[in-house]
């Protein structure tokens, strides 16, 4: 699970002189979904001082807000207050999409694509299809050992449809309306060295670690630096993420694990599926500052794919 590692400072925005307001938060991170609570200590009153959390640029992410109301004595401190910042989730920033570029895109989630902090819509769709295949074409053959943290112990679903799961869930983020696609999440300059997330030094323009680009499935030629792909469409993505939402919503439908997932797939397979018909061609992956990406020049194979998909959930012709 990918944790938020834009947390890395809180910053009290004190407006008097005196004892010193000690801050205690978690060091390893949040996950997207968490309850995010930090909490501060004083000798004072000190509730209606305000907070923020910065970047690793010294920019401010989230804030000014206030600390509230005092919780009680802890400890040797007579006041202590929980800052909660639980509405707060980043990932990245749009480029080339309807909305004005740097938008803030929350796209957490999906897997990484090498020995970087790529991800790409392009490969995660088809491994994620090819999953949801595998399980329909042979169910009971899968095992329950971990849970979806993949954390010993069953939790009462196949190990394969928690690693599918996180794939769909992460590909419903990159359509976060009914006319938008999202593709790829960061460019080829996360290639600047080999580094542990706490201690990545990409930089795309927000400082060390920070926000990375979150690029729009336009159909056209794209790349911020030096290079650009050749793009002639979306109907390559669009035709692989119908199919795999279409076999997603035919599974938690069908075995009644969480029939309202079901439904949200279904739609976003129609949806996905409709741009895909006003856009043949293909979606490339973006390039920066070297000539190399994802190169592709077929798609009538992949909406072949998601309107067979979709005929076997809903029995309808949508060619």
């Not at 290639?191 to 201690?199: A, R, V």
């Not at 927000?206 to 030096?226: D, F, H």
């Not at 469409?233 to 439908?253: E, H, T």
Request: hydrophobic share 35%.
């Amino acid at each position: 699970m990918m944790l938020l590692t834009i947390l890395l400072a809180i910053n009290i925005l004190s407006s008097q002189a005196g004892s010193t307001i000690y801050l205690r938060a978690n060091q390893i991170g949040y996950l997207p979904d968490d309850a995010k609570i930090a909490v501060a200590f004083s000798s004072r009153n000190a509730g209606k001082e305000q907070y923020e959390i910065i970047d690793a640029a010294g920019q401010r992410v989230w804030g000014p807000v206030k600390l509230g109301a005092n919780a009680g004595a802890w400890g040797n401190f007579s006041h202590h207050y929980r800052l909660d910042f639980s509405a707060f989730k980043k990932d990245g920033r749009a480029a080339y999409g309807p909305m004005p570029d740097s938008t803030y895109l929350e796209v957490c989630g999906g897997w990484h694509d090498a020995g970087d902090y790529l991800r790409y819509l392009l490969t995660s769709s088809n491994a994620t299809a090819r999953l949801l295949f595998s399980y329909r074409e042979n169910r009971g053959k899968f095992r329950d050992e971990f849970n979806a943290l993949g954390q010993k112990g069953a939790n009462g679903i196949p190990d394969i449809l928690d690693e599918a799961r996180w794939g769909v869930e992460w590909m419903l983020k990159m359509h976060p309306a009914p006319d938008q696609l999202f593709h790829q999440v960061a460019d080829d300059r996360d290639h600047s060295g080999w580094e542990l997330p706490q201690e990545d030094i990409s930089d795309y323009g927000w400082g060390p670690g920070s926000y990375r680009v979150v690029y729009y499935a336009n159909g056209k030629p794209q790349g911020l630096g030096k290079y650009q792909n050749t793009s002639t469409g979306i109907a390559n993505l669009a035709g692989r993420y119908a199919a795999a939402m279409a076999m997603a919503a035919q599974i938690w439908q069908n075995d009644g694990r969480d029939k309202n997932f079901a439904e949200r797939c279904l739609q976003a397979a129609r949806e996905v599926y409709t741009m895909g018909k006003k856009q043949p061609g293909c979606q490339e992956g973006t390039p920066c500052r070297a000539p190399y990406r994802y190169y592709e020049n077929t798609w009538a194979d992949d909406m072949e794919w998601g309107a067979a998909e979709l005929f076997r959930v809903t029995s309808e012709k949508i060619i």
